[in-house]
């Protein structure tokens, strides 16, 4: 199975915390390592993580923590993150030089979310969306980056401001390597965003969107979002 790259380098300005958000606690547990144990048991024994701020606290919580013994977890620092996403997936790719699985560490999803996607037989880059309805009512509608697919689930158009789109971004993809070329593209425009890389890969009809079908998931920004994530009694979410 493809390794899975997790983005862990971002600050969490909106929490006002010292701590990194990836730390975070829900359910006595760092968010980052609820991730971890999430894609692990689904089978995913190779992870990376894209660290930036603070990386070292980041990655000796990750060193220290008693994950699955076979389950291998390598921390890669971005010394630029706070340039955009962008940068921290061209890292990635660049190191690894094959297809991944990529996520956020403040995206979370249930168990059977994850395994739908990662059972299926992906030979393009692909993102799992969802569609805006009573299910994901707890959604920030304002803060959610919105996917325009064709009829043939190709993706036209991503980013934060659409005002024509007709899925959302959940934080979970399947890139191949034409992911390295689309960022260093868009870069060179100046713009540092991973959003503005798969604008590049919609434009080659290079990217699909694969629907949760309303499986849980959540993105995780503000306190109010911790405090609803530490409500939820489902311990597929959190283990």
């Known amino acids: 199975m493809s390794p899975l790259v997790i983005l862990a380098a971002g600050m969490g300005e909106r929490l006002k915390s010292h701590i990194p958000k990836s730390l975070q606690l829900i359910n006595n547990t760092p968010l ?17 993580i894209i660290t930036g701020y603070k990386s070292e606290d980041v990655q000796t919580a990750v060193l220290a923590y008693p994950f699955n013994a076979a389950l291998k977890v390598h921390c ?3 010394p630029n993150w706070e ?42 880059s692909t993102l799992v969306t969802d569609e805006l309805n009573t299910h994901n009512a707890h959604l920030d509608i304002e803060d959610v980056t919105k996917v325009q697919i064709d ?4 993706i036209i158009n991503i980013g934060k401001t659409l005002t024509d789109y007709n899925q959302i971004d959940t934080g979970l993809f399947y890139l191949t390597t034409d992911i390295e070329p689309a960022l260093e593209s868009s870069q060179l425009k100046g ?7 798969i604008k590049q890969l919609a434009l080659q009809q290079k990217i699909k969107c694969f629907n949760c079908n309303k499986e849980f998931w959540m993105d995780i920004d503000t306190p109010s979002d911790f405090d609803y994530a530490n409500l939820i009694e489902n311990s597929k979410i959190f283990a």
Do not use: C, E, W
């Open 32 to 48: 980052l390592m609820h991730q971890i144990n999430r894609f692990n048991r689904q089978g995913i024994d190779t992870i990376y």
């Open 76 to 78: 890669i620092n971005n």
């Open 83 to 124: 340039k955009g996403n962008g940068t921290s997936v061209h890292v990635a790719a660049q190191y690894l030089k094959q297809s991944f699985y990529l996520t956020m560490a403040d995206h979370i999803f249930s168990d059977r979310f994850i395994q739908q996607f990662v059972d299926q037989p992906l030979l393009q």
């Open 151 to 154: 009829s043939n689930n190709y």
């Open 191 to 197: 713009d540092f965003s991973l959003s503005s890389g």
